[in-house]
Structure formats: C-alpha cells, structure tokens
C-alpha cells in the first residue's frame, strides 16, 4: 500500500461522521480541555523524580492513556484534510470533490487489499 491509500483506509475507520470540523464549538473546548490535562501531565512527569515510577503508578498510566485517542482521532483529521489540500492542489484527483469521502475510502481499501 502506497502512503495515499494508508491515509484513506484510517479516514475509513474513523468514518466519515466521526470526523469533527475545527470550527465546531464542542471540539474547540474538548481541545482546549485536552490540551491543558496533556499540560498538566507533562507537568507531572517532568516534575517526578523517578520518570520510571511516574508509569508504574496506575493513575499516570490511566491519565496518558486517556489523552492518546484524541491525539489519534486529531491526527486523522489533519491527514485527511492535508490529503483534500494535496489532491485540490495538484489535480490528482478522479472526479469531482475531495478527497471522495467514506465511499472512496472504502474503495481504495478494497483495491489495495493484498489476498
């Protein structure tokens, strides 16, 4: 698989619905939120005097954990949306719009699948 497709076959999992827009008021306080408890955090482990000790303690392993999927989740946002940028730039795309969306995605995923 070439590094396009890898791109869509996350966008697929995630889906389509699942993506928030940046400009959505719940998902400017949900970053803002995850963005000070991340602080907070990183605060905390630098502040520990045994780093290895910080992860030995359940709590601090809870708390990066529950940081990671919004970080995932924003990542895939940013990808797709750099994808859309890179094929509206370059004309790369078959058809009109986008990046093609969910249907598109799913189709990638499917031709480049290995048997």
Known sequence: MNDSSDRRVLVAIVGKDDMPAF????????????????????????????HLAFFRSLMNVID????????????????????????????????GGGGGGLAASSSAAASNKVD
């Open 64 to 95: 990066v954990v529950s940081i990671v999927p919004y970080f995932i989740t924003l990542s895939t946002v940013i990808a797709h949306h750099t994808d859309d940028d890179d094929y509206d730039d370059h004309g790369d795309h078959g058809g």
């Open 23 to 50: 400009d959505e008021p719940l998902f400017v306080v949900e970053t803002v939120c995850v963005v000070w408890f991340t602080g907070e955090v990183a605060l905390r482990f630098a502040a520990a005097p045994d």
